[in-house]
T-cell receptor, first 112, second 112 residues
Framework: AQSVTQPDIHITVSEGASLELRCNYSYGATPYLFWYVQSPGQGLQLLLK??????LVQGIKGFEAEFKRSQSSFNLRKPSVHWSDAAEYFCAVHEYGNKLVFGAGTILRVKS | EAGVAQSPRYKIIEKRQSVAFWCNPI?????LYWYQQILGQGPKLLIQ????????DSQLPKDRFSAERLKGVDSTLKIQPAKLEDSAVYLC??????????FGSGTRLTVV
């Protein structure tokens, strides 16, 4: 079965600083990978997804992620964090049958 | 297009009581999912419907949880009787069949 690991439970960054959230997956073939964001009391919003092709994927709100097959990673990045980015971020891998397997999430705190 | 609608947003019940959640997917989406998100964890798939048929309910605790999707449109998830460990956010999502899907805002259940 596929699995997703997000090693950091909490991350705190200063507003304006760069951000990288880590995600590692286990999957036999080329995975379909996703990043979702969840604000308190809200559902999951899709930030970006990778299916194939260019390994650097651009998403909404200025986020990007890079797929590295050799490292089984799909890290999320943002060059300059805004206070409104404070939320919980989930990495997910697509499993056969159009199911998603999620990591445990990383809570991002932004300090001013 | 309208999003995935869920109700209620919040529910507090005592253990051993029953509760039901409702979901209306995006119009035309054949696939509907119910996920359980326990605090501090990523969402976990409970059940997947394709039209009005169950595709995967391997993670559904069938002794107390049930779900139906009559007429292949909206769906109801029921818990009877509820346990303390059922406290979680219950997320509904729908898909048109392409990879990835859209989530509703969820129902936060507290069992006391």
């Amino acid at each position: 079965a596929q699995s997703v690991t997000q090693p950091d439970i909490h991350i705190t960054v200063s507003e304006g600083a760069s951000l990288e959230l880590r995600c590692n997956y286990s999957y036999g073939a080329t995975p379909y990978l996703f990043w979702y964001v969840q604000s308190p009391g809200q559902g999951l919003q899709l930030l970006l997804k990778y299916f194939s092709g260019d390994t650097l994927v651009q998403g909404i709100k200025g986020f990007e992620a890079e797929f590295k097959r050799s490292q089984s990673s799909f890290n999320l990045r943002k060059p300059s964090v805004h206070w409104s980015d404070a939320a919980e971020y989930f990495c997910a891998v697509h499993e056969y049958g159009n199911k998603l397997v999620f990591g445990a999430g990383t809570i991002l705190r932004v300090k001013s | 297009e309208a999003g995935v609608a869920q109700s209620p947003r919040y529910k507090i019940i005592e253990k051993r009581q029953s509760v039901a959640f409702w979901c209306n997917p995006i119009s035309g989406h054949a696939t509907l999912y119910w996920y359980q998100q326990i605090l501090g964890q990523g969402p976990k798939l409970l059940i997947q419907f394709q039209n009005n048929g169950v595709v995967d309910d391997s993670q559904l605790p069938k002794d107390r949880f049930s779900a139906e999707r009559l007429k292949g449109v909206d769906s109801t998830l029921k818990i009877q009787p509820a346990k303390l460990e059922d406290s979680a956010v219950y997320l509904c999502a729908s898909s048109s069949g392409t990879v990835g899907y859209t989530f509703g805002s969820g129902t936060r259940l507290t069992v006391v």
